[in-house]
């Protein structure tokens, strides 16, 4: 079983900028890929930012150029850098972990920007 820890949302204001964290442990034995999506109330879960081995960072159209994803292979982590945040990106961001086909979430951190 795999464990998803995510730290650092919180409240900021519109501009602000917010490091989210997530740390895996557990039976990590091959990881594929680790990345962030995102839910606001009323709308379906969206992808945010993806790190697959051996590719480059996938972004969200809505967030390119605002936010940054890195992942630290040796730590089982993955960070996201969220910039210039605008009201729009209020949302519950989970971390997402894929491995041996399998998929596993993170609990989720609420990131609220307020006007």
């Known amino acids: 079983q795999v464990q998803l820890r995510e730290s650092g949302g919180g409240l900021v204001q519109a501009g602000g900028s917010l490091r989210l964290s997530c740390a895996a442990s557990?039976?990590?034995?091959?990881?594929?890929?680790m990345g962030w999506y995102r839910q606001a109330p009323g709308k379906q879960r969206e992808l945010v930012a993806i790190?697959?081995?051996?590719?480059?960072?996938t972004y969200a159209d809505s967030v390119k150029g605002r936010v940054v994803i890195s992942r630290d292979n040796a730590k089982n982590m993955v960070d996201l850098q969220m910039n210039s945040l605008k009201p729009e990106d209020t949302a519950v961001y989970f971390c997402?972990?894929?491995?041996?086909?399998?998929?596993?979430w993170g609990q989720g951190t609420q990131v609220t920007v307020s006007s």
């Open positions: 997402n972990l894929l491995q041996l086909g399998r998929t596993y």
């Open positions: 557990g039976s990590i034995f091959s990881i594929n890929s």
């Open positions: 790190i697959i081995n051996g590719g480059r960072p």
